[in-house]
């Protein structure tokens, strides 16, 4: 997109201020955000250039073992319902990950016990660009998907490109963005 993501202007805020809100009425009791955010209760990357996983890695020490849905910013149609659909699915399941079917990489909800620290904790040190992404995450976890429904699939869609951050203005009202 050429800027940052989280500080994007929406709806009398920023992506940023959206995703949390959806996560505080989703009943979060705490929302940490990776990276250089002052306004949030932000985490430094402590492994930098990892994108999500790094991300992952720089979080879950804060954490202990407390379940968590690891969220991009840019999914401005989200909706609490989507993280609490999620969230009821893997705690009725005893995977360490969970995530929508369709194609949906995130949302990802962890249970991260020591074995799913123990592989972030690899995955984040592997020289290997493939070995490092959230698909193969999920996959060494062997994590389970569950269905969604197409306005679920539609609140899922990201907004990581100017023309679908257009879309996204005209389809809100919320003129250019």
Do not use: N
């Not at 800027?3 to 929406?10: E, G, H, I, V, Y």
């Not at 995977?95 to 592989?119: E, I, K, Y």
């Not at 907004?159 to 951050?165: F, H, K, M, N, Q």
Request: charged share 20%.
């Amino acid at each position: 997109m050429g800027q940052d993501k989280a500080r994007l202007p929406f709806r009398g805020g920023t992506l940023l201020d959206h995703v949390r809100a959806v996560c505080h009425d989703a009943g979060a009791a705490r929302v940490l955000v990776s990276g250089p955010y002052p306004e949030a209760d932000a985490i430094p990357d402590r492994v930098p250039g990892l994108g999500p996983l790094g991300g992952l890695a720089s979080v879950l020490p804060e954490l202990g073992s407390l379940p968590l849905i690891l969220l991009p910013v840019d999914l401005p149609r989200l909706r609490a319902k989507d993280l609490l659909m999620l969230h009821r699915a893997a705690v009725a399941s005893t995977a360490r990950a969970v995530r929508f079917a369709g194609g949906h990489v995130l949302p990802l909800w962890l249970r991260p016990d020591a074995t799913a620290a123990a592989t972030v904790r690899a995955m984040a040190d592997h020289q290997s660009r493939g070995a490092r992404s959230l698909r193969a995450l999920f996959t060494a976890l062997a994590g389970i998907e569950i269905a969604c429904d197409a306005a679920t699939h539609r609140a899922l869609e990201d907004c990581d490109t100017p023309e679908a951050w257009r879309r996204l203005g005209q389809e809100q009202g919320l003129g250019p963005c």
